[in-house]
Structure formats: C-alpha cells, structure tokens
C-alpha cells in the first residue's frame, strides 16, 4: 500500500477522516486552512450576526444551548457568545466520569464569570461501565460513551425546553483535514456524527445477542429524529466558521482574562486541550496509536506547522518524542471499570492495526507512520522557543483520582 504524506503538514493519505493530497503534495486540510490568512473575518463575523438575530428572546429566555466541558475551547466559546453576541445561553454539560481537578475548576469558573446557567447530564455510572466495556471490545474505544453523550445531550435539551440555536466551536473535519470550506457554513449533521464522530456506530448498532446491553442502557445516549430536528428547527453551527480559529492564541486569552487552568500533559506538548480528563491523553490516546498508526500529538503538530509557529523537521521531532511515552492513570482505569491489566491489555491488542504493529515472538514492533518520516536535524531559533510558548497556569490538585459529581459517586 503506497501511504502519500502532505508536503507542508504530517497527515497522511490513511487519515482516519479522509484526507486528499493534491498534484501540488498539499493535502486538502492545508488548503483549507489557507482561508484563514484570506477571509475577511469581519464580514464572516457580521454574516453570523446576521444568522443570530431571530433567535434573541425578548423575555427572560435562553437564547441558546452552548455544550461545554472543563476544557477543550468552552471558554473562548461562551466568551464570544456572552460577552461579544450578547446572547443568554445555556450551558450543558455530560458527566464523562473522568473528570480531574482542574476540569471541575474550570467548569464551575466558566458558570461564575460568565453569569450562566448550566445543565449537568449525570448517566447511571454502572450504565456507563456497561458501554465501556462493551464499546472496547467492539469498536476499541473508550471513549464511545463520552462522546454520544457530548453530541446528543444539547440536541435533546434543545429539543425539550424548545431553544433551536447550538453552538459549537469549531468543526474537528473542517480544521484537520478540509473536510469542508470555512464558506459552506457546516452545520452539525445526524450523519456527521455517526460516521465519524462515532466512528460508524450510533446506539442502534450496539445491542447485540452477543452483549448484556439493552433499549433502557442507551436511552440517554440516543440522538432525535430527523423529522423532530426538522420539526423543532434545531441548527447547530460552529463558530469556527465565522471567527479565524486558533487554539492555541485563543486559549492564551482565556488565561489571561478568565484565569483558565491548565496542566502538562503526558503525550503531547499542548498544556491546554483536554486536561478535563483522565483518559483522554492516556488510554483513549494509545487505542489511537493502536488503530490509526498515530496519535494526538500529530494532530497537535499539524496544526501547529499551519500556523507556521514550528518547521515541518521539528514537527517530526515532537511526534517521535512523544507518541509513544507510557501512559499513566491505567490502574484508575481498571478499578472503575472492574477488569484487571491484564484482561485491558487483552482486550485493547485485538485493535492492533497489522498494518502499523507487527508481532515478533509475542512482542509488538511498531511500524507506525511516523517510522516513515525522516527530518533534517535542523530546528531554527523559533522551533527552540516553541515548547516553552505555552502557558502553565495550574490549578493546586490534592488526589488523584476521577473526580465526579451527581450520580457519580
């Protein structure tokens, strides 16, 4: 098999999301982001308060769902939406069960200084052990769970209390690999949301003979219909589409104004995105690894080569550093899930992708995709400076353990 890498970025032609490389060796999400540097944002800004106006209450009301966590880009989101849009929003929030310290700070910072009512969605923790496990085994993630209930919980409150508008940040196809124009104005999509945010399984394709889950485990993890979308005339648009994105100056802002906390973070050089989470830069990043031959830390790299605030050679440099550092938390993993290492160890080899893991005398030799990639040795004065760009602005933790709330106990 002939795997083609983009000539500016690291993404490769087996990229999970599809991904285009052209006759000019750029791939299709380098092109996109091209528009960044020729957009005229203030028009696209004004284009999204155009689309806003028909959904300002007159009275007391929400004006909108905005879906948050106590990481990611939720306080660049609900500050535009505040602050900048002036909307009255409400927040929602599903209970992922992984929760550390500083995701639970963060959260209850975000509700204080934007004066906002939030909706917290608390799943019973043993109907959670349940998919877990079940989705590792079927799908190698563990992750399943987290991510249904992040992308059905604002539709279905949206559906409830009848406030149509959602607002997300920005589109994961869009920014990695060009999936679409930031001038398509992508809405969210029942189907994006099987395919690929839930990697081609929604809840109906999980009971089986086979498994102990029922219709009663995967109530709450189920998304509308269709026709009640139409019917209630719930859209869903990313900001990312009206505001040139940047994480990484986006959420310098946020420390700054909001006290945002972060945290180092095992995998990878980024200090600000997913420190909610026990899991997400640990297990969930190594089935990563396991199943597409790379992992975080070269979305991060990607990203950060289009911005041009590191070389191509030092991006490599990263990838090798460190995709493949031991994760930790696993023996916290275990416990709530009620398995031992070894049945873990078991279960997650079986999504082993032969074509970046060969086995040789019981041991795995990796031969991912960043075994294809070579660099010049060269790092220029700005590669140098770059892992120390990012801001640590930590938050005093005093366990170690997943921190939960509601029913999670």
């Known amino acids: 098999m002939k795997i083609r890498f983009c000539k500016n970025c690291l993404y490769s032609t087996l990229h999970p999301l599809g991904i285009t490389i052209f006759e000019n060796g750029l791939c299709s999400g380098c092109v996109i982001h091209q528009e960044k540097n020729k957009l005229n944002w203030k028009s696209r800004w004004e284009q999204l308060e155009k689309i806003i106006t028909k959904y300002y209450k007159s009275s007391n009301e929400y004006d909108c769902i905005v879906p948050v966590t106590g990481a990611q880009d939720s306080f660049f989101i609900v500050y535009n939406v505040v602050k900048k849009l002036g909307l009255k929003p409400l927040l929602v929030n599903h209970n992922k069960y992984f929760n550390t310290e500083i995701g639970i700070h963060n959260l209850a910072n975000l509700r204080i200084k934007f004066n906002c009512d939030i909706l917290y969605q608390n799943i019973n923790p043993e109907t959670v052990r349940k998919l877990t496990k079940n989705s590792l085994i079927k799908m190698g993630s563990m992750y399943w769970p987290v991510i249904a209930g992040n992308t059905s919980f604002p539709v279905n409150i949206a559906k409830k209390y009848k406030i149509p508008l959602i607002i997300w940040g920005a589109h994961q196809g869009l920014e990695q690999v060009g999936m679409f124009s930031h001038l398509h104005n992508i809405e969210m999509t029942k189907r994006y949301r099987k395919d690929h945010d839930l990697?081609?399984?929604?809840?109906?394709?999980?009971?089986?003979?086979?498994?102990?889950?029922?219709?009663?485990?995967?109530?709450?993890?189920?998304?509308?219909?269709?026709?009640?979308?139409?019917?209630?005339?719930?859209?869903?648009?990313?900001?990312?589409?009206?505001?040139?994105w940047d994480p990484k100056v986006q959420h310098e802002k946020m420390i700054n104004k909001f006290d945002y906390k972060t945290d180092y973070?095992?995998?990878?050089?980024?200090?600000?995105?997913?420190?909610?989470?026990?899991?997400?830069?640990?297990?969930?990043?190594?089935?990563?690894?396991?199943?597409?031959?790379?992992?975080?830390?070269?979305?991060?790299?990607?990203?950060?080569?289009?911005?041009?605030?590191?070389?191509?050679?030092?991006?490599?440099?990263?990838?090798?550093?460190?995709?493949?550092?031991?994760?930790?938390?696993?023996?916290?993993?275990?416990?709530?899930?009620?398995?031992?290492?070894?049945?873990?160890?078991?279960?997650?080899?079986?999504?082993?992708?032969?074509?970046?893991?060969?086995?040789?005398?019981?041991?795995?030799?990796?031969?991912?995709?960043?075994?294809?990639?070579?660099?010049?040795?060269?790092?220029?004065?700005k590669d140098s400076k770059f892992e120390n760009s990012y801001v640590l602005n930590p938050f005093k933790t005093t366990i170690k353990k997943y921190v939960t709330f509601g029913k999670g106990v």
């Open 265 to 381: 973070q095992n995998r990878t050089f980024e200090k600000y995105e997913n420190t909610d989470c026990y899991n997400y830069m640990n297990i969930h990043d190594l089935l990563k690894l396991y199943k597409h031959g790379y992992s975080k830390v070269t979305d991060h790299v990607c990203r950060e080569i289009r911005f041009k605030r590191i070389s191509r050679d030092y991006g490599i440099k990263l990838i090798k550093k460190y995709e493949r550092k031991k994760i930790k938390y696993l023996d916290l993993f275990c416990e709530w899930l009620g398995i031992d290492n070894k049945s873990l160890e078991f279960s997650i080899n079986q999504h082993r992708n032969p074509i970046f893991w060969r086995k040789i005398d019981n041991r795995f030799q990796f031969k991912g995709l960043s075994t294809l990639l070579k660099d010049s040795g060269k790092i220029t004065s």
């Open 199 to 244: 990697m081609g399984f929604d809840e109906s394709n999980l009971i089986s003979n086979f498994n102990n889950l029922n219709e009663k485990d995967l109530y709450n993890f189920k998304y509308p219909s269709l026709e009640s979308i139409y019917r209630n005339k719930i859209i869903g648009i990313y900001l990312g589409n009206y505001i040139r």
